[in-house]
């Protein structure tokens, strides 16, 4: 029987990439308004290749991108591509459709929800505090909580552990197989892959490996029923 769901954070509950992308744009409009003298598509890639370096989640980009290009940071232009950034990011940062539909009846059958999150903790909160969220979830386990990513076993094993729930009645859903479903499957958690969620134009390899495939949040809602009344 599934009496628990984990959730991945960005690109499964939220559409991150949107969001991280509308940001980057906003950004890079105000910088070039106060001064940057650089094309919007050589800087936004600019700024994606520090992304790629340093983590998606790498909190002083500008600051990097501004030393690179101009050898000192410039405040003005810092401060404008910053303000624009949160700006965009909060306008940006919405649930995927039939999200909130299908936690409350997810909550309504008794079921015990959390979040695991590769997203440092603080970030991985702003988030759901942004979408109304931080009263939903049993338990919220980001980086900071294990210090270890996934698909290593700890943050799969330490919401186990706070949930009280056994592998085998416990879903983990996530857009990104190699590392969302790898490592719950690893521990006999049963995986469901998000490819709504899933960023690219081509699915990735392996993903097959995982026990279901969604195209809509509430598909879970169906899954759960068909696997409890057996």
Request: aromatic share 10%.
């Amino acid at each position: 029987m599934i009496k628990a769901v984990v959730f991945d954070l960005d690109n499964t509950l939220m559409d991150f990439m949107t969001m991280k992308d509308n940001a980057i744009n906003a950004a890079v409009t105000a910088m070039i308004d106060a001064g940057l003298t650089m094309q919007a598509d050589e800087a936004k890639k600019e700024l994606y290749a520090i992304y790629d370096r340093e983590g998606i989640e790498f909190q002083t980009v500008f600051d990097s991108f501004l030393e690179k290009h101009l050898g000192y940071i410039d405040w003005k232009i810092l401060s404008s591509g910053v303000v624009a950034y949160r700006k965009a990011r909060e306008a940006s940062l919405v649930l995927y459709p039939h999200v909130n539909l299908t936690l409350m009846e997810l909550l309504r059958r008794g079921l015990k929800l959390a979040v695991l999150s590769d997203a440092p903790r603080r970030e991985a909160w702003l988030r759901l505090c942004s979408l109304q969220l931080q009263h939903t979830f049993d338990t919220v386990i980001a980086f900071d909580d294990t210090g270890f990513r996934k698909p290593h076993a700890t943050p799969y094993r330490k919401v186990l552990s706070i949930i009280k729930t056994e592998p085998n009645e416990t879903l983990m859903l996530g857009d990104w197989p190699e590392r969302d479903l790898v490592g719950a499957r690893e521990v006999g958690m049963l995986t469901v892959f998000a490819r709504y969620g899933f960023a690219f134009d081509r699915l990735p390899v392996g993903y097959e490996g995982a026990d279901y495939a969604i195209d809509d949040i509430r598909e879970i809602l169906e899954i759960i029923d068909e696997f409890n009344k057996g």
